[in-house]
């Protein structure tokens, strides 16, 4: 019986291909369970700190999403979302410690992102509609991975194709015509 040599295959590729694969996503209960880790870890954070809010916790889009109101927290968000993506990352890392899985949850605070959002959506559009008229591409400025996401969603409901390029915290998108 001939053997046939098998093809050697470094750690660097068996990451990446684990890395690519396409992940099953979370149950509602396990988003639920990041929900309620990440509102213990806030309202440690709040107690600390000794400030006042609320807690609201739901599940949008397949990630626990939070958002603390009521107080006056705009401190907390910084001069441009800076202390809210920190304090995002942050209660990410408590979440993560205490269940063993990355989370992806998203944190808002007295409304900055829902906000941010609404602003970047009309900002798409109308970077949609220069690139259909100018038939050349655009180059919006740096933004988050937040910020990215929603000028990508927007962009691909409008029926345009858009990238993202350059590395953090300088990478932005592209928006290229139809």
Do not use: C, W
């Amino acid at each position: 019986m001939a053997k046939s040599k098998s093809p050697e295959v470094t750690v660097e590729e068996v990451v990446q291909e684990v890395a690519t694969e396409p992940k099953a996503p979370k149950s509602v209960a396990k988003l639920e369970e990041e929900g309620d880790i990440a509102a213990d870890y806030l309202e440690g954070l709040l107690d600390i700190a000794d400030l006042d809010g609320d807690i609201d916790i739901d599940v949008e889009n397949g990630r626990a999403s939070l958002a603390i109101v009521g107080g006056k927290l705009n401190h907390l968000v910084g001069d441009q979302g800076q202390v809210l993506d920190a304090l995002q990352e942050l209660t990410r890392l408590a979440v993560q410690t205490s269940t063993g899985d990355r989370s992806r949850l998203m944190l808002d605070i007295e409304g900055f992102r829902s906000g941010r959002k609404a602003e970047l959506k009309k900002l798409a559009e109308k970077m949609a509609e220069k690139a259909k008229t100018t038939g050349s591409s655009i180059k919006l400025e740096p933004m988050n991975a937040f910020e990215r996401k929603v000028i990508h969603d927007t962009i691909q409901d409008l029926g345009l194709t858009s990238e993202s390029d350059g590395e953090d915290p300088d990478r932005y998108v592209v928006i290229y015509p139809a």
